[in-house]
């Protein structure tokens, strides 16, 4: 069983930086594409950011500019570095591993950005 674990969230005050991390349990990530998702109160959960296996990523418009997606392969780890952060960033941050035949989910961590 393939376990993700997100970590790095908390409470930032406007325009400050967070980053997050995700950790997983085995050696998926090289053969995965790896994304971020958010899921604010109330609404549905979106895509953040993705980082292909080749390294290739995409980003929400909302976020483009501010946030960087990135990995390290050999430490079975990906990144979410978040600067600039708004009360719109406020959300439960979820990892996602995917790839033909499996799709894992992290638990979330909440990020909270409040003055």
């Known amino acids: 069983q393939v376990q993700l674990v997100e970590s790095g969230g908390g409470l930032v005050q406007p325009g400050g930086s967070l980053r997050l991390s995700c950790a997983a349990s085995?050696?998926?990530?090289?053969?995965?594409?790896m994304g971020w998702y958010r899921q604010a109160p109330g609404k549905q959960r979106d895509l953040v950011a993705r980082?292909?296996?080749?390294?290739?990523?995409n980003y929400a418009g909302s976020v483009k500019g501010r946030f960087t997606i990135s990995r390290d392969n050999a430490k079975k780890m990906v990144y979410l570095q978040m600067n600039s952060l708004t009360p719109e960033d406020t959300a439960v941050y979820y990892c996602?591993?995917?790839?033909?035949?499996?799709?894992?989910w992290g638990q979330g961590t909440q990020v909270t950005v409040s003055s």
């Open positions: 085995l050696s998926i990530i090289s053969n995965s594409a």
């Open positions: 980082i292909t296996r080749s390294g290739d990523t």
């Open positions: 996602n591993a995917a790839n033909i035949g499996y799709d894992y």
